[in-house]
């Protein structure tokens, strides 16, 4: 059974028609579309922020729990969620305690992003992120002669490069190089 192609004219005139006449219809559907824009029109810039801290974050986040349990097969082919990659990690380990606050945060940010397509991140979401007192610190330590700016998605972009470190730090050739050399230098261990 073939079923006959439909007339556009004959359907649009008929939706005019059942909407009350054509100023009726062509205004709603002016007001569709701007809010549609509305929605579109968001600050690229923000949302792009947002998405790569998330991004960047998830991929060293990735990283660390391969490189931690070698023998864990492939996240990408288990499809295992970022939210479930964070309720993976060791949080016995200080420097990953310290950040997960941050990583929920910064997760909760780009949740309320996909949902509600509202590009915000508030004092609140720094405040959080800045609960890490070593990222604190570290961020204030690293521009002695100005402030830090209280930007919350400035704060968030540092939070995102600190993440990075703390889940990169542990297996990092320049790190353990570092450890070994205040094992020997502080318990005048001898180099092997």
Do not use: C
Not at 55 to 81: C, D, I, W
Not at 111 to 130: F, G, W, Y
């Amino acid at each position: 059974m073939q079923i006959p192609p439909h007339n556009p004219e004959l359907i649009a005139k008929r939706a005019i028609e059942l909407f009350g006449g054509p100023e009726a219809f062509f205004a709603a559907a002016d007001k569709e579309r701007e809010e549609i824009n509305t929605r579109w029109n968001q600050n690229v810039s923000t949302i792009g922020r947002i998405l790569r801290a998330h991004l960047f974050v998830e991929h060293y986040l990735t990283q660390y729990l391969a490189k931690a349990n070698p023998r864990l097969g492939s996240m990408t082919e288990a499809r295992v969620s970022f939210a479930q990659k964070v309720s993976l990690l060791d949080t016995s380990e200080s420097d990953i305690a310290a950040i997960l606050p941050g990583i929920k945060r910064l997760n909760a940010i780009r949740n309320r992003l996909a949902h509600n397509l509202s590009a915000q991140v508030t004092q609140e979401d720094a405040k959080v992120l800045l609960q890490s007192e070593r990222f604190a610190a570290l961020r204030a330590a690293r521009a002695p002669k100005q402030v830090a700016s209280t930007d919350p998605l400035d704060v968030l972009d540092d939070f995102a490069l600190h993440t990075s470190m703390v889940f990169t730090y542990e297996f990092s050739p320049v790190s353990q190089a570092i450890a070994k050399a205040i094992d020997e230098v502080h318990f005048g261990r001898e180099a092997t």
